[in-house]
Nanobody, 120 residues
Framework: QLQASGGGLVQAGDSLRLSCAAS????????MAWFRQAPGKEREFVAA????????NYGGSVNGRVTISRDNAKNTVYLQMNSLKSEDTAVYYC???????????????WGQGTQVTVSS
């Protein structure tokens, strides 16, 4: 099971950190990722990280403004987002899979999502 949290209403230029707590088999030796979906748009890849943390991947629209990290002792993955823009407004989902893929299909487990709203 994956539990995403940390979303909220912020202003453009602010920072926000999302968390995704994994429990049971979903967090064990899994790569983790964040995707987002804005109203009327397809789900978009944001970032992914391998189990060890040695490999990270970022989506083009957020590259340079977000950092994905993890604390395996806490079974938690984080997404630090800086310089937020109105176009970052979306529901953010965390996912667990075998490798840090950049497409959503291979991910086996998904969290319920957390809403991020950026006002301009």
């Amino acid at each position: 099971q994956l539990q995403a949290s940390g979303g909220g209403l912020v202003q453009a230029g602010d920072s926000l950190r999302l968390s995704c707590a994994a429990s049971g088999r979903t967090g064990s030796s899994s790569a983790m990722a964040w995707f987002r979906q804005a109203p009327g748009k397809e789900r978009e890849f944001v970032a992914a990280i391998s189990w060890s943390g040695a490999t990270t991947n970022y989506g083009g629209s957020v590259n340079g403004r977000v950092t994905i990290s993890r604390d395996n002792a806490k079974n938690t993955v984080y997404l630090q987002m800086n310089s937020l823009k109105s176009e970052d407004t979306a529901v953010y989902y965390c996912a667990a899979g075998r490798y840090p893929y950049t497409n959503q299909a291979p991910y086996t487990y998904w969290g319920q999502g957390t809403q991020v709203t950026v006002s301009s």
